[in-house]
């Protein structure tokens, strides 16, 4: 069974950057697409950056240019920097499998202040 632990999260101002990482265990990491989604108060949750062997990144219209997603498939971990942050980017950040999500994790919260 994969688990997910997210971490990296905090509070940053308006612009600061932050580095998420999630720790995989379980399964065959090397081959999933793996993805990063993010929940803001009282919305739904939303992929917002998706890596897919061998290293083909997408990201949502919202984060395209502050956000990079990247992998160490030896370390069995997701990153995801994100850089020139804004208030809306507020939310849980989950990691999981990029098209047929496993159980979630608890998330990382990530914070930011005007």
């Known amino acids: 069974q994969v688990q997910l632990v997210e971490s990296g999260g905090g509070l940053v101002q308006s612009g600061g950057s932050l580095r998420l990482s999630c720790a995989v265990s379980?399964?065959?990491?090397?081959?999933?697409?793996m993805g990063w989604y993010r929940q803001p108060p009282g919305k739904q949750r939303e992929l917002v950056a998706m890596i897919k062997p061998p290293g083909i990144t997408s990201y949502s219209d919202s984060v395209k240019g502050r956000f990079t997603i990247s992998r160490d498939n030896a370390k069995k971990t997701v990153y995801l920097q994100m850089n020139s942050l804004k208030p809306e980017d507020t939310a849980v950040y989950y990691c999981?499998?990029?098209?047929?999500?496993?159980?979630w994790g608890r998330g990382t919260q990530v914070t930011v202040s005007s």
């Open positions: 999981n499998h990029g098209s047929r999500p496993w159980d």
């Open positions: 379980g399964g065959l990491f090397s081959i999933y697409p």
